[in-house]
T-cell receptor, first 112, second 112 residues
Framework: ETGVTQSPTHLIKTRGQQVTLRCSSQSGHNTVSWYQQALGQGPQFIFQYYREEENGRGNFPPRFSGLQFPNYSSELNVNALELDDSALYLC???????????FGPGTRLTVT | GQQVMQIPQYQHVQEGEDFTTYCNSSTTLSNIQWYKQRPGGHPVFLIQLVKSGEVKKQKRLTFQFGEAKKNSSLHITATQTTDVGTYFCAGPRGNYGQNFVFGPGTRLSVLP
């Protein structure tokens, strides 16, 4: 069974640019959540997708957007990057009827 | 808004000593989850507690959910160097049962 995968592993962008991060959920999992984790802090909830629809959103501005595809993989898009967007971006998938979250290895985004 | 706090922020123990981390929520929780994140890694799901006063054990780890369902604890007996990492608790965010708020974590160091 393949776990949650994310790409790319690392990314360096310039302030003002746009970035797309990708996540493949674990087989059979239909819910994907995205988190931002700054160094030394806990993961902060960005949003969640369930069956291709947004199912809850944290306190992040609209320039953070996402998609979920029919195969339950997901994308996180961030527009107009700011220096404070530098962080580890984690996605987590959950199986049906369960709240357990299985995290991917994350994408380390650096904004200069 | 909803807050999840953890104490202590850091804990240094000698190998073989016990360790406890405490989690407190500003609101009553329907359930609480615990995760472990090794240095440089991603959060790994440990357990979910649902019932008031529930106690669950996983080998040397004991998890407890408070009677009022606003607090929880994780106790590790006879720590080992493999226990090193940051332990996070997470509770559901408001009315979105599948969206989770993470605490800031307790970072455990184990000295051999």
């Amino acid at each position: 069974e393949t776990g949650v995968t994310q790409s790319p592993t690392h990314l360096i962008k310039t302030r003002g640019q746009q970035v797309t991060l990708r996540c493949s959920s674990q087989s059979g999992h239909n819910t994907v959540s995205w988190y931002q984790q700054a160094l030394g802090q806990g993961p902060q909830f960005i949003f969640q997708y369930y069956r291709e629809e947004e199912n809850g959103r944290g306190n992040f501005p609209p320039r953070f957007s996402g998609l979920q595809f029919p195969n339950y993989s997901s994308e996180l898009n961030v527009n107009a990057l700011e220096l404070d967007d530098s962080a580890l971006y984690l996605c987590a998938s959950s199986p049906p009827e369960s709240y357990e979250q299985y995290f991917g290895p994350g994408t380390r985004l650096t904004v200069t | 808004g909803q807050q999840v706090m953890q104490i202590p922020q850091y804990q240094h123990v000698q190998e073989g000593e016990d360790f406890t981390t405490y989690c407190n929520s500003s609101t009553t929780l329907s359930n609480i989850q615990w995760y472990k994140q090794r240095p440089g890694g991603h959060p790994v799901f440990l357990i979910q507690l649902v019932k008031s006063g529930e106690v669950k054990k996983q080998k040397r780890l004991t998890f407890q959910f408070g009677e009022a369902k606003k607090n929880s604890s994780l106790h590790i007996t006879a720590t080992q160097t493999t226990d090193v990492g940051t332990y996070f608790c997470a509770g559901p965010r408001g009315n979105y049962g599948q969206n989770f708020v993470f605490g800031p974590g307790t970072r455990l160091s184990v000295l051999p």
